[in-house]
């Protein structure tokens, strides 16, 4: 009976402790589940990050990356125990992890459950494959293509034999893997080369160096060789024939002002070395033109530029008599047609074409016909050819001519003035002195008396 009392209290507390941790437990949210995350499919391994899982029924996911809270995950209700929810970040504070740490919170009563924290490591970024050249592959062209495989979102640096040479622009594709094609920006030497290339993204973390592309670089091709450009009766001054010589089996470019102007195969020759004559196909523009050559082989291997001529055109100018000519030619071809046609015949239109020639040409010897007479008898147009009325400037040059020589006279007159006036001023002396001597030989001739 003593230890009774202590039995009921032992029970009491027994039994309040089961109801608060009831209690605990009914007021607690569970925590949520995570079923997938990572880069998304065919996106960069950093720009799409994403959260994929379950959370109980009318809770919100609050969701932080690297202990700062980012926000809140799309939470869609399935009208069961639990609802789904997906996250997408663009961007992670991470390059190769980060921790995800994730808490449910009830929408009604707003009570938090246990978080759960992930640590997630990023997929290393894939080296690059390269592709072209093929490997021992010996090519004849100095500057060969590079060609492979690479990431999406991210660049790839060339090494050629150890050093490197350059990269390539920004690679995206929605499939996650990108080709890529660069071309060394000189001239690579005869002989053995390797090439390895590495991948970054935009963050900057790169990629392990790829495997060793080798290939060989052959001479070059023989360059042609070019002669004065021919302008003969077939070709104008403004589209000559270009000369020259190549070597059997050549495939030649022409180059004009540093454009391809034409392209063509020789024909062989049974000394080994082909002549060539290509015709400048667009009429050149008046004034100086750069012209070379450049030949390649069946396998793609290209020679130095050709030496290089310069190339002045001219636009052809038809003589007055030339024109004279032709409008006789057809007056006659249109007296003909005029003689054998009848009234109801077709070929009126041919007659008003040919009298509307004539007249066009008529009018364009005149006008040359008055230039000419302009030109001899000192007459300009308006277009700085000459005229008889004297031009502003040349009469304000004879104003000034004019005044000039008016002053030369007058500075001379005064001088001659003021010359005259000092000889005066000299001469009364003298005077007076004779004077004297005049009184003074009468004074003594009257003492003489």
């Known amino acids: 009976m003593k230890k009774l009392p202590f039995f009921i209290f032992f029970v009491f507390f027994f039994f309040l402790s089961f109801l608060g941790v009831r209690q605990a437990e009914a007021n607690q949210t569970n925590t949520p589940t995570i079923i997938e995350m990572g880069p998304k499919e065919g996106e960069h391994f950093f720009d799409r990050f994403y959260i994929k899982g379950l959370t109980p029924a009318n809770t919100e996911?609050?969701?932080?990356?690297?202990?700062?809270?980012?926000?809140?995950?799309?939470?869609?209700?399935?009208?069961?125990?639990?609802?789904?929810?997906?996250?997408?970040?663009?961007?992670?504070?991470?390059?190769?992890?980060?921790?995800?740490?994730?808490?449910?919170?009830?929408?009604?009563?707003?009570?938090?459950?246990?978080?759960?924290?992930?640590?997630?490591?990023?997929?290393?970024?894939?080296?690059?494959?390269?592709?072209?050249?093929?490997?021992?592959?010996?090519?004849?062209?100095?500057?060969?293509?590079?060609?492979?495989?690479?990431?999406?979102?991210?660049?790839?640096?060339?090494?050629?034999?150890?050093?490197?040479?350059?990269?390539?622009?920004?690679?995206?594709?929605?499939?996650?893997?990108?080709?890529?094609?660069?071309?060394?920006?000189?001239?690579?030497?005869?002989?053995?080369?390797?090439?390895?290339?590495?991948?970054?993204?935009?963050?900057?973390?790169?990629?392990?160096?790829?495997?060793?592309?080798?290939?060989?670089?052959?001479?070059?091709?023989?360059?042609?060789?070019?002669?004065?450009?021919?302008?003969?009766?077939?070709?104008?001054?403004?589209?000559?024939?270009?000369?020259?010589?190549?070597?059997?089996?050549?495939?030649?470019?022409?180059?004009?002002?540093?454009?391809?102007?034409?392209?063509?195969?020789?024909?062989?020759?049974?000394?080994?070395?082909?002549?060539?004559?290509?015709?400048?196909?667009?009429?050149?523009?008046?004034?100086?033109?750069?012209?070379?050559?450049?030949?390649?082989?069946?396998?793609?291997?290209?020679?130095?530029?050709?030496?290089?001529?310069?190339?002045?055109?001219?636009?052809?100018?038809?003589?007055?008599?030339?024109?004279?000519?032709?409008v006789e030619i057809l007056k006659s071809k249109n007296e003909d047609n005029l003689m054998t046609e009848d009234e109801d015949s077709p070929v009126i239109d041919i007659r008003q074409e040919n009298e509307a020639k004539i007249e066009n040409t008529e009018e364009k010897i005149d006008k040359k016909k008055n230039r000419k007479e302009i030109e001899n008898s000192g007459l300009i147009n308006e277009g700085n050819e000459k005229q008889n009325k004297l031009s502003p400037n040349l009469i304000v040059f004879i104003i000034f001519l004019i005044s000039i020589i008016g002053w030369i006279i007058w500075v001379n007159r005064e001088l001659a003035k003021e010359q005259k006036e000092q000889e005066k001023k000299n001469n009364k002396p003298n005077e007076n002195i004779s004077l004297f001597s005049e009184e003074k030989n009468n004074d003594l001739q009257q003492e003489k008396k």
């Open 61 to 326: 996911v609050l969701v932080y990356i690297d202990g700062n809270y980012v926000g809140e995950a799309d939470v869609s209700s399935e009208n069961t125990d639990s609802d789904n929810f997906y996250y997408e970040n663009l961007e992670v504070f991470s390059r190769d992890s980060c921790w995800v740490k994730l808490i449910a919170k009830d929408k009604t009563s707003l009570v938090l459950s246990a978080p759960v924290e992930v640590q997630y490591f990023f997929p290393s970024l894939p080296a690059p494959t390269l592709i072209t050249p093929a490997k021992e592959n010996i090519l004849g062209n100095p500057k060969p293509i590079i060609t492979g495989l690479s990431a999406t979102q991210s660049f790839v640096h060339i090494y050629i034999d150890g050093t490197y040479n350059g990269r390539t622009a920004l690679l995206s594709h929605n499939s996650g893997t990108a080709n890529f094609s660069y071309k060394p920006f000189l001239n690579l030497k005869p002989g053995p080369h390797q090439v390895q290339a590495v991948a970054e993204d935009s963050r900057g973390r790169k990629s392990k160096i790829s495997e060793i592309l080798r290939f060989k670089i052959e001479e070059p091709m023989p360059a042609p060789t070019l002669f004065t450009p021919v302008i003969s009766q077939n070709s104008s001054p403004s589209q000559p024939f270009i000369i020259g010589l190549a070597k059997n089996d050549s495939f030649v470019k022409i180059y004009v002002d540093h454009k391809l102007s034409g392209q063509f195969l020789v024909k062989n020759n049974e000394s080994g070395v082909a002549n060539f004559a290509y015709k400048q196909v667009e009429p050149l523009t008046r004034g100086n033109h750069l012209i070379y050559a450049v030949a390649v082989n069946n396998r793609g291997k290209e020679s130095q530029w050709s030496n290089i001529f310069y190339f002045f055109a001219r636009r052809p100018i038809i003589a007055d008599s030339a024109e004279e000519e032709n």
